[in-house]
């Protein structure tokens, strides 16, 4: 029998795993600073990006990640358009930072000048958070203009009518990035969480199944990541845009964010790294996946200023009864005054037991094709914490753990499911509870979100002393003492 050494790390490290009396000092990567012109110096700066793009960051990456704060300030008037500026108070478009022949946003630290505000003594607002943000339909900015996004090909066609999982496993094959076909997981462009903001902005617009009944769970908003890439992606430590090369655009992955330590890691392996040819995603996803990516505190530094004098805050009003949302601009003083939306409170809301009275969406219909929410992925929003499925290892985290895990709820691992939602499958059923359960009661495992004290009903708790759930007749069923 032949052995195999053990595998060398994918990047090798600064410094030596398991060192004894070595306390690394991390290089810290420089960043490209840009500040809000209306508030003085000792507020932290609009917004920073990593200078990792030859010395600085791409032009398009960060005005654009700008314009998003600015309520999509690339669809006004070109004379109105925000601009970059080496000073907070331009006289003329000599002080104008002007776009390089390279694409490169220089090292330094800059104004994001919002032309409309010159002569004003107040500041712009700016959009607090995803959930405030509103999608510009028919007025993406130029880079998501022409993407190559190829169409499905025609002899996969049909698979995207079964389930998500088979049909995303069928089209797609391997990790978009890796290329793996190992650990992978079916991977929401749009997070799953924010399915109440994507009904807010009729994003069912650019949904494959017209019919389907979840379509934030559409094969348009789905691609197949390796679970390590995956947890990476959710964390908001990498993005995918489209950037130049030779006179095209190409989508790639870019770094955000992340720890010194692990950081190194992250820009050798996945910074500017080509992505596998996608098919069938919408760009419109794509694009709203970057905004959700930019619209985080670590990159959104402004809201994190020590006792803020004042902040001016563009909020999202829904009309009740009615998909239409208007604007208001408020001022607050920290950011827990602003104001919580509609897509805010409802991501995290908690699907009913199956003995609740809700509706059960877990046995798809005619009409969900390719839209299945039976099975759990990794996506969520920074409000749904509370439990999380770490398919990297196979088990559930403590939420009150030290461990930050992945910005999302659940992964969905294809080679260590958790239990369906809804009723238990026959082999569920079956199962013998764990031979740890102590007590005078124990959970019955019939939803893969049930740690939390609001799901965890009196009639889905039973004695330790009872097996499982008969999906027929839908009693609990005695266990046979073991031999």
């Known amino acids: 029998m032949e052995f195999k050494e053990p595998l060398e790390p994918a990047v090798q490290p600064p410094y030596p795993f398991h060192t004894v009396n070595l306390a690394p000092q991390w290089n810290v990567d420089p960043v490209v600073k840009i500040l809000h012109p209306g508030y003085p110096s000792r507020y932290k700066p609009l917004i920073e990006f990593l200078a990792l793009d ?24 070109e004379a109105d358009r925000p601009y970059f500026s080496l000073t907070s108070n331009p006289q003329g478009a000599a002080d104008r930072v002007v776009r390089r022949d390279d694409g490169i946003l220089p090292l330094n630290v800059y104004y994001f000048i919002d032309p409309t ?33 190829a169409p499905v090909p025609s002899h996969k066609i049909l698979s995207l009518r079964s389930r998500n999982r088979e049909a995303i496993l069928a089209r797609d094959e391997c990790c978009r990035v890796t290329q793996a076909v190992t650990g992978v997981d079916k991977a929401h462009v749009i997070p799953k969480a924010e399915a109440v903001w994507f009904t807010d902005n009729n994003m069912d617009r650019y949904v494959w199944a017209t019919n ?4 934030i769970h559409d094969v348009n908003n789905l691609f197949l990541l390796r679970c390590d890439v995956h947890r990476t992606f959710d964390s908001k430590e990498i993005t995918i845009f489209p950037k130049l090369r030779d006179g095209q655009r190409v989508l790639v992955l870019h770094v955000l964010h992340g720890l010194p330590e692990t950081t190194y890691e992250t820009k050798a392996l996945y910074h500017n ?53 208007t604007s208001r601009v408020i001022n607050v003083a920290s950011t827990s005054d ?22 059960s969406n877990d046995t798809p219909t005619g009409d969900d094709l390719g839209s299945d929410d039976s099975d759990s992925d990794s996506d969520f929003s920074d409000s749904d914490r509370d439990t999380q499925w770490d398919s990297c290892i196979g088990k559930r985290r403590d939420p009150d753990s030290d461990d930050e895990g992945s910005v999302d709820s659940e992964f969905e691992d ?20 764990p031979t740890s359960m102590t007590g005078s009661l124990a959970t019955l495992p019939c939803s893969s979100r049930s740690n939390s004290s609001a799901e965890t009903k009196a009639d889905a708790v039973v004695d330790p002393k009872v097996s499982g759930f008969n999906p027929e007749s839908g009693e609990i069923v005695p266990l046979k003492p073991l031999p």
């Open 54 to 77: 030859n010395g600085g960051i791409d032009y398009d990456f960060a005005y654009y990640g700008c314009c998003i704060l600015i309520e999509n300030a690339w669809t006004r008037p």
């Open 117 to 149: 505000f010159l002569g004003v003594d107040e500041p712009y607002p700016i959009t607090p958070s995803f959930a405030h943000w509103a999608f510009p339909h028919d007025n993406l900015p130029p880079p998501w203009h022409n993407l190559d996004i």
């Open 212 to 215: 389907a009944s979840k379509k």
């Open 273 to 325: 790294r080509l992505l596998h040819q996608l098919y069938g995603v919408s760009p419109e996803y794509l694009f709203a996946r970057f905004a959700w990516s930019v619209l985080a505190s670590n990159t959104i530094q402004l809201l994190e200023t020590d006792s803020p004098d004042m902040l001016a805050i563009r909020i999202r009003e829904d009309a009740k009864g009615s998909k239409s949302s």
């Open 338 to 359: 602003i104001p919580s939306t509609t897509s805010t409170e409802s991501s995290s809301k908690k699907r009913p037991l199956p003995d609740d009275k809700g509706p």
């Open 414 to 433: 294809f080679s260590h499911r958790p239990v369906k939602r809804g009723r238990p499958s026959a082999r569920a059923a079956t199962s013998p509870l």
